[in-house]
T-cell receptor, first 115, second 112 residues
């Protein structure tokens, strides 16, 4: 049962344009969401997070949008740079109980930014 | 650099052997997590500690797997009687309370 889904295995974007990565979730108990970036042979690197009390969080070139009614979140990168080429994972967790903090990840989206 | 450190980076072993991995978290972090990642998938939760207490274990963690965090600092993950299906990247992460988790670069396990 895939509770967090990234339906696009890959995305190709031109340098300077916007990259939009999407993520859907099914568990209505999820209330904290994160995006990670992963380069080959390295562990995931935390990028940005959002709590369910917000619908937008921005950090520099990265903005995460959360649509709770649709159980959907997206990561916008603008402008995209070749160094952004990596695998992007969305992750979610549910507050309360001993499971608080345990992350459920999507399958990842490979982003390629062309110069 | 005071990031999460994992050793070894690679481990190749024969089926049936025991293996042990070590994770050193960011020093001020009280939570430590273990995940497993296979090709084409996102990391899957295995277990986590708050200080030295192991608070949750996934169904993925069979009886052959055991994790410890004896003094609330570093952690070890042991796999006994390894099987082909144990081949994966084992990732460790740490966090301060329920803040963002910071990952190490993982230990890649290959079972011959």
């Amino acid at each position: 049962d895939q509770q967090v889904k990234q339906n696009s295995p890959s995305l190709s974007v031109q340098e300077g344009r916007i990259s939009i990565l999407n993520c859907d979730y099914t568990n209505s108990m999820f209330d904290y969401f994160l995006w990670y970036k992963k380069y080959p042979a390295e562990g995931p690197t935390f990028l940005i997070s959002i709590s369910s009390i917000k619908d937008k969080n921005e950090d520099g070139r990265f903005t995460v949008f959360l649509n709770k009614s649709a159980k959907h979140l997206s990561l916008h990168i603008v402008p995209s740079q070749p160094g952004d080429s990596a695998v992007y994972f969305c992750a979610a967790s549910a507050s309360g109980g001993t499971s608080y903090g345990k992350l459920t990840f999507g399958q990842g989206t490979i982003l390629t930014v062309h110069p | 650099d005071t990031g999460v450190s994992q050793n070894p980076r690679h481990k190749i072993t024969k089926r049936g052997q025991n293996v042990t991995f070590r994770c050193d978290p960011i020093s001020e972090h009280n939570r430590l997590y273990w995940y497993r990642q296979t090709l084409g998938q996102g990391p899957e939760f295995l277990t986590y500690f708050q200080n030295e207490a192991q608070l949750e274990k996934s169904r993925l963690l069979s009886d052959r797997f055991s994790a410890e965090r004896p003094k609330g600092s570093f952690s070890t993950l042991e796999i006994q009687r390894t099987e082909q299906g144990d081949s994966a990247m084992y990732l460790c992460a740490s966090s301060l309370d329920v803040g963002p988790q910071h990952f190490g670069d993982g230990t890649r396990l290959s079972i011959l």
